[in-house]
């Protein structure tokens, strides 16, 4: 059986929840908030400047919001058996993520995936600005991730597979060898090679030809 590589998008494809409107909801914004992350996952609203809106909000949390946050996270019914069903085929799981890494990093250990990348957001004196640092983890980074991640792993692009639910996982689904829509908006429906539309992420792996 030949080695794969599968990206997985986190937000409400790894786990059930947008990090952003849980950190976002102890900022008093929540509501702006996931408005402005539901016009993103549609594709409505270009994900960069989405982003920069809904960071702007979190100024003035301390880091330690980071904790509590992961606290509440859950995984999505079935993600960490798919996970460890690729691993056990010797499979190389990844995440690549429009979040945030302070939250991605601990989430990605918690399943045995060192492969990630994802959003920084500044902070002074453990005090968030409202500001990313670095560059924006948005659809064209999410393909190049997955093509930087294959070629590290030397693993052929017809042997790769991307999952997510949101226009910012588009890119990244149509550089895979096979982009699978979870539980996603219309738009992503419709462009993926296949759509999956099931309570656990189990799921996709009757679409995977092993």
């Known amino acids: 059986m030949p080695a794969h590589l599968v ?38 609203i270009d994900f960069a400047e989405s982003l920069k809106q809904r960071v702007a909000t979190l100024a003035g949390l301390p880091t330690s919001v980071f904790a509590d946050v992961l606290d509440e996270i859950e995984f999505t019914p079935g993600a960490q058996a798919l996970v460890a069903t690729f691993q056990q085929r010797g ?21 045995n995936i060192t492969l990630f990348r994802a959003n920084r957001l500044e902070a002074v004196d453990g005090i968030l600005t409202g500001r990313t640092v670095g560059p924006v983890v948005d659809s064209a980074a999410k393909a190049h991730a997955l093509e930087e991640f294959a070629g590290q792993l ?25 982009g699978i829509a979870f539980n996603a908006k219309p738009k992503v429906q419709q462009l993926a090679d296949v759509a999956v539309n099931a309570a656990s992420l189990e799921a996709v792996l009757d679409v995977i030809e092993y």
């Open 7 to 44: 990206v997985l998008d986190v937000d409400s494809t790894l786990i059930t929840a947008e990090v952003i409107e849980l950190l976002a909801e102890r900022a008093g914004s929540r509501a702006e908030v996931a408005a402005v992350t539901d016009l993103a996952m549609r594709g409505e």
């Open 91 to 111: 499979w190389t799981a990844a995440l690549v993520s429009g979040g945030f890494v302070e939250v991605v990093e601990p989430l990605a250990a918690k399943v």
């Open 154 to 178: 030397n693993i052929p692009i017809a042997h790769t597979i991307a999952i997510g639910d949101g226009a910012n996982d588009l890119g990244m689904m149509a550089a895979a060898g096979l």
